[in-house]
């Protein structure tokens, strides 16, 4: 393969990528910021609902968590309509994601404040201070250290599970891909290329989170 | 009688079906220094935890300077105070835990000041100027910037004992604060207890440390299954047991 020749169908290729990427790009944000603010919601209920609540939340996670992503970004985008939701292929693509990745950051937030001693509330109530004020100052900031490494794990797999959205013909950089392979048949190369990206992607996610943990690790 | 600093009335608490408190009353002056002893489960620690309502009762009442803690009686009917209510009556209250339970995110002098800025509002010149008083008082003023992990057990305790007593309670809780510990870590605990008892601060403790209870307590209490089963000044409880049971529990208790 001549390697200056690849560059520069790249290069002729790179407003279609640079689409995809972007597509990419607000598809994980988009699911990685309302899972999240979704999923503390879920894990707050599992942890410290009142019972039906928790039952409730307790099914939604294990409904969710049990079924594969592709089933709910297809069902999100062909089911909804028929009781009259009619999304279209982005909004659809990620809702379905987002619910999905809210339920996996549940039960991180949940395993997190379960890791908690309860030592730690009990010294908090013992200072006289009221639930919210120990969420506050107490558990959150000690669950934030404990579910930042596998809470990283999951907004990269969110990454990942955007390309599933190419089914349902949301041009993200996958769907970009395949379509410049089917121009081109140069199906290594931008397969290549497009893993490179997503690397990329997924790497900086990587980086930032032993950032963040660095920054709020307690020293010993 | 109102000027009883504490008073509990036949105080009845249960887990399930099992009773672990069957009727408790205790009354403490201003200035007392009151240690709880008993064997494992004879509900001392449970006793304690009852008054500044870490644990639930069923039955009877505890009063802490004429406030009824944790439940009002309306109509008849017993209810459990507001959780606000609940908080700000804990305050009244200063406890040290067995597992010393810092919060290990924090400085030393940040775990005192967290309740003096967010329950006692004071500002963070204040607090802070106050938190470095007792830290001092205790011993380590110069470990405030340090965090949990970086000290020892016996610092530890020593932070956890001022971070309760900056708060200025009538009546401080010590549950067992020397049972973690390693051996040659526990005098320095004691003897910032013995300290703070020799200013005048109202103190329950419950302790297996019985030559300390000798030496720093006025009253001893001796609990024998969920009951009192006997009190008294510690010179007569220790050389002069009245009951089989304390006798027993003497012999094969350290104190000698």
Known sequence: MDIMHFLDIIWLARMPILKGLGVTISISLLAICAGTVLGVFVGLALTYGIRPLRWIVRGYTDFIRGTPVLVLVLASYYVLSTVGLQLGPFQAGVLALAVFCSSHVGEIVRGALQSIPTGQTEAAKAIGLTFPQTFAYVLGPQALRHALPAWVNTAAEMVKASTLLSIIGVAELLLRTQELISRTFMSLEFYFFAGLLYFIINYAIERFGRYVERKTAVPT | ?256
């Open chain 2, 1 to 256: 009688m109102t000027n009883n600093l504490l008073e509990i009335r036949d105080l009845h608490k249960s887990y399930g079906a099992v009773e672990v408190l069957k009727g408790v009353d205790c009354t403490m002056q201003q200035g007392d220094v009151v240690s709880i002893i008993g064997s494992s489960g004879s509900g001392k620690t449970t006793m304690l935890r009852c008054i500044n309502m870490l644990e639930e009762f069923q039955g009877g009442t505890i009063r802490i300077d004429g406030q009824a803690i944790g439940y009002d009686v309306v109509n008849g009917q017993r209810r459990r105070k507001s959780e606000r209510e609940i908080a700000r009556q804990r305050a009244l209250t200063g406890m040290a835990f067995q597992q010393f339970n810092l919060f290990p995110h924090m400085t030393a002098v940040a775990n005192v000041m967290l309740g003096l800025v967010k329950v006692k509002k004071m500002s963070r010149d204040e607090a802070r100027t106050l938190a470095e008083t007792w830290l001092d008082r205790v011993g380590l003023r110069e470990r405030a910037e340090h965090y949990p992990g970086q000290l020892s057990g016996g610092q530890q305790q020593r932070v956890a004992i001022a971070r309760a007593i900056a708060m200025n309670p009538k009546l401080m809780l010590f549950d067992e604060v020397t049972s973690a510990l390693d051996p040659e870590l526990v005098n320095e605990v004691l003897q910032v207890i013995k300290s703070l008892a020799q200013d005048g601060m109202s103190m329950l403790l419950v302790t297996h440390e019985m030559r300390f209870a000798y030496e720093v307590s006025n009253r001893v209490i001796f609990m024998n299954q969920g009951r009192i089963g006997e009190e008294g000044n510690p010179r007569e409880m220790f050389h002069k047991p009245q009951t089989e049971r304390l006798a027993e529990f003497l012999k094969s208790s350290t104190f000698n």
